[in-house]
């Protein structure tokens, strides 16, 4: 399974709802070309839906590195949403989580590009807390 990213927008913010695994070849080439064709639109700020990306491996972490770092450099900035499991672990273990902000809530992903809303961020602390009490 490849990666499937569908582009939409709401209030200004370039939303990809990504199907599939953020792997090293096409995959993470396919999320470099759709970003970098944000940059030809003028366009810097960007949630990643990751709700049904069932895989990442080292290649896929360091795209979403370099996305990140492409939007910062262009004043904008990236957003992680809906993160599975493993995928939290995968950020958490390799401390990436420390890099990104990452949401449970679409609208809350939304809010933070704006200074004067709120927002509710994930809080990683409990998430990692209720996983480990789900395997005792």
Same mark, same amino acid.
């Given at each position: 399974?490849?990666?499937?990213? $569908?582009?939409? %927008?709401?209030?200004?913010?370039?939303? @990809?709802?990504?199907?599939?695994?953020?792997?090293?070849?096409?995959? !993470?080439?396919?999320? /470099? +070309?759709?970003?970098? /064709?944000?940059?030809?639109?003028?366009?810097?700020? *960007?949630?990643? $839906? =990751?709700?049904?990306?069932?895989?990442?491996?080292?290649?896929?972490?360091?795209?979403?590195? =370099?996305?990140?770092?492409?939007?910062?450099? /262009?004043?904008?900035?990236?957003?992680?949403? !809906?993160? $599975?499991?493993?995928?939290?672990?995968?950020?958490? =273990?390799?401390?990436?989580?420390?890099?990104? %902000?990452? @949401?449970?809530? %679409?609208? +809350?992903?939304? $809010?933070? @590009?704006?200074? +004067?809303?709120? *927002?509710?961020?994930?809080?990683?602390?409990?998430?990692? /807390?209720?996983?480990?009490?789900?395997?005792?």
């Amino acid at each position: 399974m490849g990666l499937d990213v $569908n582009q939409r %927008e709401r209030e200004g913010i370039v939303i @990809f709802d990504m199907k599939g695994r953020v792997t090293l070849g096409q995959e !993470s080439s396919t999320l /470099r +070309d759709m970003v970098e /064709r944000l940059d030809g639109q003028s366009k810097n700020r *960007l949630i990643l $839906n =990751m709700a049904q990306v069932d895989y990442v491996d080292s290649s896929g972490l360091g795209t979403l590195v =370099m996305v990140s770092s492409n939007l910062k450099k /262009r004043g904008g900035a990236v957003k992680l949403l !809906s993160l $599975n499991r493993r995928n939290v672990e995968l950020l958490v =273990m390799t401390k990436l989580a420390t890099i990104f %902000e990452i @949401f449970a809530d %679409e609208q +809350d992903a939304i $809010n933070s @590009f704006f200074p +004067d809303r709120e *927002l509710k961020q994930f809080d990683l602390l409990n998430f990692v /807390r209720q996983l480990k009490e789900e395997e005792q």
